[in-house]
């Protein structure tokens, strides 16, 4: 079993509910599958089921934006540029900070499917505790779920100040959108 942490898409609790240890070397943490696929697994990935989570992607944003506030993060991160970004500026200025100069947020502009691409599921965050579930019976794991690193905001509609920041998120994450079907 391989799984793919793709950011706020409830990853750390994945990884806490497999039993897995996490590497303390952020640079595996969030893997990529395409990554994966070509630098380590070759011609074995199709012996392995691997999976991840998508997650709306304008509900998403918020949440990576409301993350990257965290003192949690700052720490983990060394109080890097995502940290001292999303401390300084409000939401909508913060998405078109990120959107436009090179230097961008951790995992900002980064489309989901890149932590999806040719694994062997994909399953939908809003429907988490269903498919953990589904994960827990097709490997005989106890279904016990957990939430870590959840961040507290309001509706992630109300973020958005025009379709100008709604059309930003659907560039990043238009094959997600269009192949899971997600909606403002």
Known sequence: MIFFHNPKTAGRSAIEMLGFVEDPNP????MTATDARNRIFQEEWGRYYSFAFVRNPWERMVSLYHYHQTLDYGLFQGFNVSHQLARQYEFNE???INTQNRAKSAWFGV???VWTDSVSQVYRFE???ENWRAICER???????IHKNSTSHGQFRDYYAS????DMVAEIDAET????????
């Open 27 to 30: 640079k595996f943490i969030h």
């Open 94 to 96: 913060w998405l078109t």
């Open 111 to 113: 489309p989901q499917t």
């Open 127 to 129: 429907k988490f505790e």
């Open 139 to 145: 490997f005989d794991l106890t279904f016990d779920p």
């Open 163 to 166: 379709q100008r920041e709604l």
């Open 177 to 184: 959108i269009k192949t899971f079907d997600y909606t403002i």
